[in-house]
């Protein structure tokens, strides 16, 4: 509610009365006062609940995202575990699949050279070199 606007005052008129009295409007002015700081109030309580609103989704969103965040460490954590089970089980079956080929070359590498022997052996007993 708004006050009406005041209306002009005639010095003359007001000290040619007995008793000369201005009226102030107290009453106007202190309902107006009165709505002014009800307003206020109300602009207050409802941005203090913004911000607790505000707030307490803030803090809600934060625990979440830390619950999220400890999940996947621990996920993270146990594919890391998993990766090095792998490589060990990798690593034990590549030096297992490396043996036999390198058993392989040891006992060609052997043979080879007992061939060697032989035909050096043999090599007496060739035409060329046979003497009887």
Same mark, same amino acid.
């Given at each position: ?13 007001v000290?040619? $009365?007995?008793?000369?009295t201005?009226?102030?409007? +107290?009453?106007?002015?202190? !309902? $107006?006062?009165?709505?002014? +700081? ?11 609940e ?5 707030r307490d ?12 965040? !400890?999940?996947?460490? +621990? ?18 079956? +590549?030096i ?10 040891l ?7 007992? $061939?060697?022997k032989?035909? !050096? ?12």
């Amino acid at each position: 509610m708004y006050a009406r606007a005041a209306q002009p005052i005639s010095l003359a008129t007001v000290l040619a $009365s007995p008793q000369p009295t201005i009226d102030l409007r +107290l009453e106007a002015f202190e !309902k $107006s006062s009165q709505l002014f +700081l009800d307003a206020v109030k109300g602009y207050t309580r409802r941005a203090i609940e913004e911000i607790s609103r505000r707030r307490d989704a803030d803090a809600s969103r934060v625990q979440k995202d830390t619950e999220t965040k !400890k999940k996947l460490e +621990l996920e993270i954590a146990e594919w890391k575990e998993k990766e090095v089970e792998l490589l060990k089980s990798e690593s034990v079956e +590549l030096i297992r699949a490396k043996i036999p080929p390198m058993t392989t070359t040891l006992q060609l590498s052997n043979t080879n050279k007992r $061939s060697a022997k032989a035909q !050096k052996a043999l090599s007496v007993y060739s035409n060329d070199n046979w003497h009887p």
